[in-house]
């Protein structure tokens, strides 16, 4: 199984990034996806959620309203939609799928830098 994040970088105050996570070698349309990010020094936090089949999506009251998940289940993809960048946005950004049933599995990506800098 195999997460690959990408479109990381650097932006200023204000700007978009659109991060994508491609996955492979699992049957992605079962599981969950969710973006994590994690910043210096503090915990992973759960950023947005989508459901299997995209019927459901969550956020972190930090991004509502500035954050889009999306996922596209025929070409095994998810993305992440961010506007409105704050410098708190600032993290490592990585990519979860999560199946849930009587066995549980996880899997993650090794994650993107995303820096909010003027």
């Known amino acids: 199984v195999v997460l690959v994040e990408s479109g990381g970088g650097l932006v200023q105050p204000g700007g978009s990034l659109r991060l994508s996570c491609a996955v492979s070698?699992?049957?992605?349309?079962?599981?969950?996806m969710n973006w994590y990010r994690q910043a210096p020094g503090k915990q992973r936090e759960l950023v947005a959620a989508?459901?299997?089949?995209?019927?459901?999506?969550n956020y972190a009251d930090s991004v509502q309203g500035r954050f889009t998940i999306f996922r596209d289940n025929a070409q095994n993809t998810m993305d992440l939609q961010m506007n409105s960048l704050k410098v708190e946005d600032t993290a490592v950004y990585h990519c979860?799928?999560?199946?849930?049933?009587?066995?549980?599995?996880?899997?993650w990506g090794q994650g993107t830098q995303v820096t909010v800098s003027s």
């Open positions: 979860n799928a999560h199946y849930e049933g009587r066995v549980s599995y996880d899997y």
């Open positions: 070698g699992l049957t992605f349309s079962i599981y969950d």
């Open positions: 989508i459901t299997s089949r995209g019927g459901s999506t």
